[in-house]
């Protein structure tokens, strides 16, 4: 896995959230969700601390099944969340190059998500319900509709300065 991270782990907490559920296997979704709701991400630490101290459970298997489901998110968040519609209307509407866009924008190389600095992460979502609006991007709650490459540069370049 190639998801760096370097939280800081507390382990009481963990354990605290584990005992609430038992240290069962089959609470594991909850569990999870529980620990994200804490970091505001599932950190690979905490995936390792759950995968050992449950029963029946391996790390490579809370690996497998944090992966799995999209809610569950492997990387920090940004201060901002882009979110990136990619249901059919948006994507027939050209929501990929606004996409590459934003990845060109902020340098995110390698499949990374998040700016090293922590600043912005990126995700791309299925249909929002907004179609009509689409291609739809969503920074934290703000929805900007109809968006285009240059639109959604000169959306970040207003946001970079005000960060930078
Ligand atoms: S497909 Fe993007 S809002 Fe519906």
Redesign the pocket.
Known sequence: MSVENHHKINTSKLDEILASYDYKKSNLIAILQKIQEVYKYLPEDAMIYVGTKIEGLSPATVFGVATFYAQFSLEPKGKYEIKV?D????HVRGSMPVLNAIKSKLELKDGAMTTEDGMFSLETVS?????G????VVINDKVYPQMTSDAINIVLDTLLKEER
């Open positions: 519609c249901g059919t209307a948006c249909c929002l319900g907004a179609c609006l689409a291609p739809v």
